[in-house]
């Protein structure tokens, strides 16, 4: 397994690219599942969930070509089952079960299970299809939806964490081939939603109000095919500008869309960062002494739960005590006990983490254990001083498109090395 060594105490500086939107190209690519036609779909990031999706669409039946930052997907006859193995190593493929029934009127697809930052059930994802007149049967791992006919109707999808958002996708792409009006109430409304929701315009879909609480779409026949080019990723945009202000640098984060990143960059700004706004460019670096802030992980618009460990990790070198509060998952702390193996004071209340921050840190091996943990760890580590080794880079890989050689191009000391 491979590692990241970061040697740390070098100022970040210099111009980075985004790159599209993990969380919207993996929809969007299932939703390609909706039509026969050939579908172009372009700035998709090349990473490993990425490439993953490809394979599940590929068993699906889907022909599927990577090009550069371009996919082509084309579905012209494909089955209703979703690789068992596949799509339970991802939960992120869950999204392809709305396509299926959308098109095919039945969907078998393993049961996503849980990961390390909670249970990720898929309740409301299934509330939802069996309001459009699914049939919903679950054995042996598997979740089997099927329906004579899809019928739209009113359904509310808010859940025990406020509203889903691959689950607004899934019931989404079932509903745009459903008979009549299906109205979503408690959609979410993340970037995401509104970048597939374009992208099934495009393809031929009514639907009305993505990105508000409530999204209506009136049902087609049949859509066709589209091209499309996939969003900035607001969290990868957040994590290099937590990065830079946690190094003191001073970086400009280009291709980025900065009406998606409101939260994150008030919540910057009062922790003493200075962000100088130019078109599609971000100026990053300190405007002071840095500053703690509190911070409550919200649906968008709020703050991003996607974004939490990061802070975290700059919060910890932040002279004073912030308090960084998880609505959205049960248990996306994970990071808490790494960030103390590097000399971070931190303690958890419930769904709290107090942080009391200001100490420098000194670099140790740590483990990564989810996407967005890890990328606090890599932050962490370029902020403290020695080395840190990052174990179990895979889940980086998953999440971010060459993080290390982009990190490089700014200075960082880091590099990859092979488990012997
Ligand atoms: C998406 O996951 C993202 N993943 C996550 O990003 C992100 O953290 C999350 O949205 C919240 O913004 C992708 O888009 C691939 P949810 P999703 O359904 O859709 C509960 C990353 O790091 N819930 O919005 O699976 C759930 O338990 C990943 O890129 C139900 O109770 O998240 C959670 O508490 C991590 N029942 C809350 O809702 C359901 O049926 C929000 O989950 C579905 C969800």
Redesign the pocket.
């Known amino acids: 397994m491979e590692s990241l060594l970061i040697k740390g105490g070098v100022p970040l500086r210099g111009e980075v690219t985004i790159s599209g939107a993990?969380?919207a190209a993996?929809?969007i690519m299932a939703a390609t599942l909706l039509t026969r036609e050939p579908c172009v779909i372009r700035h998709v990031p090349a990473l490993s969930d990425v490439k993953f999706m490809g394979e599940i669409l590929t068993r699906l039946g889907a022909q599927v070509r990577f090009k550069g930052d371009t996919v082509q997907v084309q579905a012209r006859h494909i089955k209703g089952t979703g690789d068992y193995d596949l799509v339970r190593r991802m939960?992120?493929s869950i999204?392809i079960m709305g396509p299926l029934l959308g098109r095919l009127k039945k969907a078998t697809v393993s049961l996503p299970g849980g990961c390390v930052?909670?249970?990720?059930?898929?309740?409301?994802?299934?509330?939802g299809f069996c309001a459009l007149g699914a049939k919903v049967v679950i054995e042996n791992g598997y979740v089997h939806a099927s329906a004579k006919r899809l019928a739209g109707t009113a359904m509310f999808l808010g859940?025990?964490?406020?509203?889903?958002?691959?689950?607004t996708?899934n019931v989404m792409m079932a509903a745009v081939l459903a008979e009549g009006v299906t109205v979503i109430e408690s959609a979410?409304c993340?970037p995401?939603i509104v970048d597939l929701a374009d992208f099934l315009k495009a393809m031929g879909a009514k639907i009305a109000g993505a990105g508000s609480p409530t999204i209506t779409i009136n049902g087609v026949r049949e859509l066709h095919g589209a091209e499309h080019e996939v969003i900035p990723d607001r969290?990868e945009a957040a994590t290099f500008a937590i990065a830079t202000a946690a190094t003191n640098g001073e970086v400009t984060l280009h291709g980025v869309r900065t009406d998606h990143l409101g939260a994150v960059l008030d919540k910057l700004k009062d922790a003493g960062v200075r962000i100088d706004h130019n078109g599609a460019s971000l100026a990053i670096r300190r405007s002071g002494k840095l500053r703690p802030v509190d911070i409550t992980t919200l649906?968008?618009s709020g703050f991003?739960?996607?974004a939490q460990a990061q802070m975290m990790a700059l919060m910890a070198i932040t002279p004073g005590v912030s308090i960084i509060t998880e609505r959205?998952?049960?248990s996306r702390f994970m990071h808490v006990s790494e960030l103390m193996r590097l000399g971070a004071q931190i303690e958890i209340e419930g769904p709290s983490a107090i942080v009391k921050g200001g100490k420098p840190l000194s670099g140790a091996p740590v483990m990564a254990s989810?996407?967005?943990a890890s990328a606090a760890l890599v932050i962490a580590g370029l902020a403290a001083r020695g080395t840190t080794q990052i174990n179990r880079v895979y889940h980086l890989d998953r999440?971010y498109e060459t993080i290390d050689s982009k990190l490089r191009a700014l200075g960082a000391r880091i590099e990859r090395i092979g488990r012997e």
């Open positions: 993990k969380n993996l929809p939960r992120g999204c930052i909670g249970a990720r059930p898929i309740n409301l994802h299934l509330k859940g025990r964490a406020g509203s889903t958002v691959l689950g996708a979410a993340e995401e969290i649906p968008y991003p739960t996607d959205i998952f049960e989810d996407l967005r999440g």
